[in-house]
């Protein structure tokens, strides 16, 4: 394998890495901060108008960054980039962890809140809305670190073949 086929795997599972946690940035500064100082209305309005902006398009991402994240750390383990590849294994963990947590936690509430009105809401309501803001927080600094562990590995990368081209050139100019 090329390392510049390496290089394209990194460049792609960090963009994936950095949608997903773009949107549960943009998604936590905007609106988990504050959703819980809403009314009901405005809870339902903005939260309908959220599951039916992201549902789709996350899943694709979230699943997406995760298969490209394990492709990443097995390639860079097959070049000897040990470093790179432990701090990949990082990241992949990072994001999986935001993967459980979407699917655990997010989507189960996400479900529910499809389906309430104004005039079903139930009485714990604003509870099951503090616990969706929390477990999003979570998340998104999660999703963040995954970002900062992916960047990390696609900056300190030396593959085998990189070391002994280094190590030729030095022994040329000699």
Do not use: C
């Not at 390496?6 to 890495?17: A, C, D, E, P, T």
């Not at 940035?25 to 100082?37: E, H, I, Q, V």
Request: glycine share 4%; aromatic share 8%; proline share 1%.
């Amino acid at each position: 394998m090329s390392e510049s086929v390496l290089k394209w795997v990194q460049f792609v599972s960090i963009m994936l890495y950095v949608l997903v946690a773009g949107a549960m940035w943009g998604t936590w500064l905007s609106l988990a901060r504050t959703m819980t100082d809403y009314d009901a209305a405005t809870f339902l309005t903005d939260g309908k108008h959220m599951i039916e902006n992201l549902a789709v398009i996350m899943a694709v991402l979230m699943i997406s960054a995760v298969v490209i994240g394990v492709i990443t750390v097995v390639l860079l383990f097959r070049s000897q980039a040990r470093v790179a590849a432990w701090l990949a294994v990082i990241g992949l963990l990072l994001t999986i962890g935001v993967l459980v947590i979407t699917l655990a936690v997010e989507v189960p509430i996400d479900n529910l809140i499809a389906n309430w009105t104004e005039a079903t809401l139930p009485a714990d309501w604003e509870v099951i809305r503090a616990r969706w803001s929390t477990f999003h927080t979570v998340r998104t600094f999660l999703s963040l670190g995954a970002v900062a562990a992916a960047v990390a590995a696609g900056l300190t990368t030396r593959t085998a073949a990189r070391d002994t081209s280094d190590v030729n050139a030095v022994n040329a100019l000699a």
